[in-house]
């Protein structure tokens, strides 16, 4: 079975930075790309990153609403896609969300709807 587990949100000030991980098993990066989504309260869910991993290289995308402030990466070692976050906004506050879908799968990597496994959502609060 495919798992998803993310794991780091909190509570942390305008400016400062979080380290989202994305725990995976029963899959391989050589097969799924992984992405990262977030949902604030009444808003739809929105893909912020996703990664494609080949040959030991990798292909990153990024919205433009957090271009330059989030990385994302990964540790095939330890099946695990990071999202480093900086220089975060209140409007960055919501629930954020990984998941994987089969690499070839997928026309738009930022929407949520090829996407075939999910992990529970963790929460990231940033204040003013």
């Known amino acids: 079975d495919v798992q998803l587990q993310a794991s780091g949100g909190g509570l942390v000030q305008a400016g400062g930075s979080l380290r989202l991980s994305c725990a995976s098993s029963?899959?391989?990066?050589?097969?799924?790309?992984i992405g990262w989504f977030r949902q604030a309260p009444g808003k739809e869910r929105e893909g912020i990153s996703y990664?494609?991993?080949?040959?030991?290289?990798?292909?990153?995308n990024y919205a433009d609403s957090v271009k330059g402030r989030f990385t994302i990466s990964y540790d095939n070692a330890k099946n695990t896609v990071y999202l480093q976050m900086n220089s975060l906004k209140p409007e960055d506050t919501a629930v954020y969300y990984c998941?994987?879908?089969?690499?070839?799968?997928?026309?738009?990597?930022?929407?949520?709807?090829?996407?075939?496994?999910w992990g529970q959502g963790t929460l990231v609060t940033v204040s003013s």
């Open positions: 998941a994987a879908v089969l690499i070839g799968d997928y026309n738009d990597g930022f929407s949520p709807n090829y996407y075939d496994y």
């Open positions: 029963g899959l391989s990066f050589d097969d799924y790309a």
């Open positions: 990664i494609s991993i080949s040959d030991f290289d990798s292909t990153t």
